[in-house]
């Protein structure tokens, strides 16, 4: 197969990898809608769901098909994307206020999860029992936020296609997620067989296109969503975007993974890249924390950071 062929299927993947996102997105948002469910929630919840589809798709095909660098630099790689692209982009163009509630519980689980995910891979491995146990916080976690789920249930205006606004039926909704669902794991199929034979026809360790492109790549349906919240000024579906994607590529798509097929974890990763998210993690936290608002230079610093990541990765 020819690095132009295999270049081509990448991006074809990609792209069926992002659009199958995309209109799970809409579909879960229209599925919110007629549940009655809070803003806040389909930010933590629903759209964190379905933009961290991609990762799920990719973390357990690289796990099913022996590549399980690929599998731990996509969603390490994914998490320092989230805070330090999507929210340093996003905090760009628009500062950034923070619900007292997002503070009281969902930034605290984030670094709970942060944590807990560090301290499963002290001894080298998340094997099937620490992915039981990061499902079970996961499961927690859905519980707290359904727990909140049903007030504050005015609908934010986001932009959605009108396909989905018309159906009034929770099950047609419900069959269309399925469907788009099967898309992204097609995709993410894709991209993880092509993105393997680059790899090795560029010479380049599979966990760097892992924590790279990949990242970037399924961080992409988080950066549009996010951004698309806060052009919308919805600002808790913005950041609970992030905050929930993050907790759930941590808990849901490691732990589900893990279950599948334990992956071992390089003494590299446990000395550099996981102190860097856990770095990233602490700081945005802090950021949130402090004024209650992440302005336009705190956005930049959060960009700033993730360039020299970048630079001491290639380095």
């Known amino acids: ?29 229209g599925l919110s809608f007629l549940l009655k469910l809070s803003p806040l929630f389909i930010g933590l919840i629903l759209v964190a769901f379905g933009t961290s589809a991609p990762e799920a798709g990719v973390t ?4 099913l098909t022996g590549e399980k660098s690929i599998a731990l630099g996509n969603i390490i790689g994914s998490n320092i994307v989230n ?3 999507v929210i340093g982009l996003c ?21 709970f999860a942060t944590l807990f995910f560090g301290f499963l891979g002290l001894d ?29 249930m005015a609908e934010p205006e986001i932009a959605m296609l009108p396909f989905f606004k018309k159906i009034k039926s ?18 993410a199929n894709l991209m993880v067989r092509s993105g393997i034979i680059i790899a090795r026809l560029l010479g380049i360790k599979p966990w760097i296109i892992g924590i790279t492109v990949f990242a970037i790549g399924t961080s992409l349906p988080e950066f549009a969503a996010s951004l698309n919240a806060s052009f919308k000024r919805v600002h808790a579906l913005s950041i609970g975007n992030v905050i929930g994607s993050n907790i759930f590529n941590i808990l849901f ?10 992956i071992d974890i390089p003494d590299t990763i446990i000395c550099f890249e996981f102190p860097v998210l856990l770095l990233f993690t602490i700081i945005f936290s802090v950021i949130m924390y402090t004024g209650r608002m992440i ?13 020299v990541f970048m630079f001491f990765l290639f380095k």
């Open 83 to 85: 805070i330090g692209l």
């Open 1 to 29: 197969m020819s690095f132009f062929y295999t270049c081509v299927i990448f991006i074809l993947g990609l792209i069926l990898l992002i659009k199958s996102s995309d209109l799970l997105v809409d579909s879960c948002v």
């Open 253 to 262: 798509v490691l732990g589900l993974a893990s279950f599948i097929k334990p």
């Open 170 to 187: 929770g099950w047609v909704m419900t069959g269309f997620i399925f469907i788009f669902l099967a898309g992204i794991i097609l995709g």
């Open 124 to 152: 080298g491995e998340l094997s099937r029992l620490d992915g039981i146990f990061m499902l079970f916080f996961f499961l927690i976690f859905i519980v707290l936020s359904l727990r909140s789920a049903k007030h504050n």
């Open 60 to 63: 357990i095909t690289a796990v």
């Open 295 to 307: 302005t336009r230079l705190e956005s930049g610093f959060l960009v700033f950071m993730y360039a």
């Open 91 to 111: 905090g760009l163009f628009f500062p950034t206020p923070i619900e007292k509630k997002i503070l009281d519980r969902e930034v605290p689980f984030l670094l």
